[in-house]
């Protein structure tokens, strides 16, 4: 079983309200995490990114005000303070260029002996690339396109120093990119740092069976993780590729207790602090594309349909027809007699392992066992500690099973992962 941690914060997932909750800005709480996880023998800690403030109703989004550190200064600052864990970062293949970034990956893989890895992103929506000075904007059908000759690109240039230590010219000319010249960083610990892919269309499932190493997947129950699981592995063979050369990793939370009664009654209040009256309202304005702001979140749900074509929310990816996820939760709140609020709790619950230490470690187990999952990136919901209890409580039990290391046994993280060093194609 392959385990990463998720450092929490711009979302709703995090309980700012909690007095535990500390910043996600001071390097203090980056340390703490990305310990916790090292000691927890995890593979990597990764760190999500967002390139613009969300807006909702031309609001800042009460979530995103904080804002958060660049993910690669912060990835090398705890390269210095870890000795194995593998160190992730989102960046946009959007709005980034192919030297610039594989520069910047290749030093962070240096500077942490082989520990770096990418999770490559996208985006087409021209709020976002309004921060950026060409505008950014790309139609949605070139940006897996752009993805693809993007890290194409990077992977020529972290190959264009041969493994004795020689540079080499580099030239490429493709459709977004005609690049030339010479790399000015040697081939690393690693040979290529190690590629994430975040997307779940049928485009971004065919990237990741192309290209990633590790697929970061919202599919976070059974059912869906098998059928994503096995749709992904199964586009492989076309690439010449074999299923154990890519991972696939949900993102998943979790709340424990020393009971099962406890747990379930923890991640219920849990829930409901996620979940404010304001943000119940903000939910519900996004599917329903209008202003809600006059309605009760502990009233009844509104009687008219949503507007598909509008959202007061700029910034967000959206999942789901607006029609049918509005039809979802009527039926729901219909079936339990939920209010708006209670509605938003029940629809959006983000706990996806509930427990003692022994269930959760035995539904882990199960997901892998039943092929929903190669591993999990665990999204605890307070900052920093939040991974704390797993780590020392649900961890020594899969160690105890023989799912888990108990030490690493590689410095890398392609060891840590199982996977091989790219063959030099220089």
Do not use: C
């Not at 299923?243 to 923890?266: C, H, N, W, Y």
């Amino acid at each position: 079983m392959h385990l990463a941690a998720h450092f929490p914060g711009v979302n709703n997932t995090t309980v700012w309200a909690d007095p535990r909750s500390g910043s996600q800005i001071d390097f203090s709480s980056f340390e703490h995490l990305a310990r916790t996880a090292e000691r927890g023998r995890f593979d990597f800690f990764f760190l999500a990114e967002g390139l613009r403030l969300r807006e909702h109703n031309g609001r800042i989004h009460d979530l995103d005000v904080v804002g958060r550190p660049e993910s690669l200064t912060v990835l090398a600052a705890l390269a210095a303070v870890t000795d194995r864990l593998g160190l992730a970062a989102t960046v946009n293949a959007t709005f980034n260029e192919p030297y610039e970034l594989a520069r910047r990956l290749a030093s962070l893989d240096h500077l942490s002996d082989g520990r770096a890895a990418w999770n490559v992103v996208t985006s087409f929506d021209a709020f976002t690339g309004e921060n950026f000075r060409r505008g950014g904007y790309l139609d949605r059908a070139d940006r897996y396109t752009r993805a693809a000759e993007f890290v194409a690109t990077a992977r020529g240039l972290w190959d264009a120093w041969t493994p004795d230590g020689a540079p080499r010219p580099f030239r490429h000319q493709g459709r977004h990119f005609t690049i030339e010249g010479e790399f000015t960083v040697p081939r690393s610990p690693q040979g290529h740092p190690v590629v994430i892919q975040a997307g779940d269309s049928p485009d971004g499932r065919e990237f990741a069976a192309s290209t990633a190493d590790v697929v970061f997947t919202r599919h976070g129950t059974l059912e869906s993780g098998r059928a994503f699981y096995a749709d992904v592995k199964a586009r492989l063979a076309k690439y010449g590729r074999e299923p154990d050369e890519l991972k696939i990793m949900p993102g998943v939370t979790f709340v424990l207790g020393d009971s099962d009664a406890e747990a379930q009654e923890r991640a219920a209040e849990i829930r409901h602090r996620q979940v404010s009256p304001q943000n119940a309202l903000l939910a519900l304005e996004r599917i329903w594309g209008r202003d809600l702001s006059s309605y009760d979140p502990d009233g009844p749900l509104p009687e008219t349909d949503p507007d598909p074509g509008s959202s007061p929310a700029r910034g967000r990816v959206e999942h789901g027809d607006p029609l049918a996820v509005a039809a979802r939760w009527r039926a729901l709140s219909k079936e339990k007699g939920l209010s708006i609020r209670q509605t938003v709790i029940e629809a959006t619950g983000r706990q996806s392992f509930i427990g003692s230490p022994l269930t959760v470690a035995e539904q882990l187990i199960g997901f892998v066992a039943a092929d929903a999952a190669d591993g999990f990136i665990l999204v605890p919901h307070l900052t920093p500690g939040g991974l704390d209890d797993f780590v020392d409580r649900v961890v020594p039990l899969l160690q105890e099973r023989g799912v888990f290391r108990s030490e690493y046994t590689g410095p890398t993280l392609r060891s840590h992962l199982g996977l091989a060093e790219p063959v030099w194609k220089g």
